[in-house]
């Protein structure tokens, strides 16, 4: 289901405030709410395999393989806990996020694991800001 200009629109002037530093996580989880409200979120598990990395994720740059062991490790030895873990997927919205994912995984030799590509699963937690600000500054919507 396509985005509404207006919902576009709130969500874009909520997020320039966020690039501003004023209060980040508060706006990405009232843009959540509002996006939600509208019935353009939904709740899915997804297997390792099947979650990619955005592309805007570090201005292009994925992730570090090094860094994520270290996220890891450290948040191992602090202990998990389900109820601290929101986890936020963005759909790819093209073929060439596909096809970076592929080069990307390939790249990391197996560091990061494997990626199974199906268009429909794709998804990179905790990158909602980005990508949904460049789909909103693009007018995509989706």
Known sequence: MALAPELVQECTRMLQGAQDGDRPVKTVHDVL??????????????????VGV??????????????????LADILSAGWLDARVTAVGVEPSSQQELDWNSQFFNKTEGTLGTLVSE????????????PVAGTLASGRGG
Request: hydrophobic letters at 35%; glycine letters at 8%; proline letters at 8%.
């Open 33 to 50: 709410a509002l996006l939600e409200k509208g019935g353009h979120v939904y709740n899915i598990q997804l297997q390792p395999h099947m």
């Open 54 to 71: 955005s592309p805007l994720n570090r201005d292009g740059s994925g992730v570090n393989p090094v860094d994520v062991h270290d996220l």
């Open 119 to 130: 268009p429909r699963r794709l998804s990179h937690k905790l990158c909602l800001k980005m």
